[in-house]
């Protein structure tokens, strides 16, 4: 029997100790409007960094979550504040965190970013200063809690490659070196990141910076992830403040693909909610036990923000393929 994680056997125990108590985990996993939500463990205690779902001119900040048990969630209020970022003037949005050398980082994106001549085919996007600039960020922090502090003083990618918005970045590693998988707009691109964190890095020989990786039905929020030798490529489709948003994915032999479209996993369920998407993917260490954190809208729903970050288990079949997931009151 293979040993488990200190992780898992402190999952089991709470899981054991709710069920004695009779306190259920439920959806939503906490009060307010989130979305977005990325979910990492750190050592024994489960984090979510999540987007505060309102209006851009008030989504200026990034709450973060803790828990031991996936059941009693503590905030922490504002970890990065846009006060404290220069170049971010809206819509703080879609984090991303990761811990690395004892520091821990925040990947963001700020501003509803365009293309400085409408063209959306590489060009910068406009003049620092302008509400329409901006693009993904990092910050890092000595806690997950923050606070977090802009690490370079302006975006990782402030550019329109491949016509990909630079938004929803999801940060991944491989073979010891870390990528990163981006873009909103319907266009998906990869990079390669300096190992600081500070730059990007060409991704062979000929300086190439960035590389398509636009699969099927794809719209943004990324999930890029690796089990049992395959690798899962997930993302939202459809329109962020309509039913027909959903989660679809792929599956290939490494992050570089091809991949081989597989289709819908998770979508809207009338009436308990609609919009299910931009998620994240959490494997218990030492087990194949997988959940999927993802936002949804619940039914009725008064304004396109109104957004909350819920948990619920992910299965695989025999094939390794995803078993389409059931949205519930409880996870």
């Known amino acids: 029997m293979a040993r488990l994680s ?10 054991s100790s709710l069920a004695a108590t009779g306190n259920l985990r439920r959806n939503p996993v906490f009060e307010g409007w989130y979305a977005d939500p990325q979910i990492r ?9 999540p987007t505060y779902s309102h209006g851009y001119d008030e989504q200026v900040f990034i709450d973060v979550f803790s828990s031991k048990d996936l059941a009693t969630w503590t905030k922490h209020p504002k970890a990065l504040d846009a006060k404290d970022v220069k170049w971010a003037h809206r819509c703080m949005w879609a984090p991303d965190a990761h811990e690395k050398d004892g520091k821990y980082y925040l990947f963001f994106s700020a501003n509803d970013t365009y293309p400085a001549d409408g063209s959306r085919t590489g060009t910068v996007v406009r003049a620092f200063g302008d509400m329409k600039y901006g693009g993904i960020g990092v910050a890092v922090a000595d806690k997950p809690e923050g606070p977090y502090r802009d690490l370079i003083g302006k975006p990782l990618i402030d550019q329109f490659w491949n016509g990909a918005q630079p938004i929803d970045q999801y940060v991944f590693k491989y073979k010891g070196e ?3 998988i981006y873009g909103g707009w319907g266009r998906c691109n990869l990079v390669k990141l300096a190992p600081d964190f500070k730059s990007l890095l060409p991704l062979d020989g000929k300086g190439t910076m960035w590389r398509d990786m636009t699969p099927k039905n794809y719209v943004e929020g990324s999930v890029m992830f690796e089990r049992k030798g395959k690798w899962y490529f997930m993302y939202s489709s459809g329109g962020w403040t309509t039913d027909t948003y959903c989660v679809n994915y792929s599956v ?21 909610a609609t919009g299910a998407g931009h998620h994240s993917v959490l494997n218990i260490p030492g087990t194949d036990e997988w959940y999927i954190c993802y936002h949804r809208r ?4 008064l304004s396109p923000h109104h957004r909350v970050t819920c948990l619920d288990r992910m299965y695989f079949d025999e ?3 995803i078993k389409p997931i059931e949205m519930t009151d409880n996870h």
């Open 252 to 272: 290939g032999d490494s992050p570089f693909g091809p991949f081989e479209f597989k289709g819908k996993v998770l979508g809207s369920k009338r009436p308990l």
């Open 298 to 301: 619940p039914i009725p729903s």
């Open 41 to 49: 463990l750190y050592g024994d205690t489960y984090w979510i960094f």
């Open 6 to 15: 200190l992780a898992a056997l402190s999952l089991f125990a709470a899981l």
């Open 319 to 321: 094939r390794g393929d």
């Open 178 to 180: 870390w990528y990163m």
